[in-house]
Nanobody, 124 residues
């Protein structure tokens, strides 16, 4: 089982950028797909982005394409989410997740491990 810890959240003004990090434990992280989801207060958790085991395939929520970039460094057991041109509606708790099936899936039921989340707040 992979364990995940997110970091990098915080308060940023609209138009700014943040880079979230996801530190993974376990020797098998390199074989897992990885994803980011977010949940705003009073809303359901939604898919943000995913990346396959090798980093060669990515998948994004249509509304976020062009602003967010997912990446990973298997040598460091790390995943990342670069967020640019942030908007107040991006305010949410962001969760890192890992999937044993290894692909860049957007379905939350495909993910076996979840982090505790990191808060991102974008002020207007």
């Amino acid at each position: 089982q992979v364990q995940l810890v997110e970091s990098g959240g915080g308060l940023v003004q609209a138009g700014g950028s943040l880079r979230l990090s996801c530190a993974a434990s376990g020797r098998t992280f390199h074989s897992y797909g990885m994803g980011w989801f977010r949940q705003a207060t009073g809303k359901e958790r939604e898919f943000v982005a995913a990346i396959n085991w090798s980093g060669g395939t990515t998948n994004y929520a249509d509304s976020l394409k062009g602003r967010f970039t997912i990446s990973r460094d298997n040598a460091k057991n790390m995943g990342y989410l670069q967020m640019n041109s942030l908007k107040p509606e991006d305010t949410a708790v962001y969760y890192c997740a890992a999937s044993r099936i290894g692909v860049a899936t957007s379905s939350p039921t495909d993910f076996n491990s979840w982090g505790q989340g990191t808060q991102v707040t974008v002020s207007s």
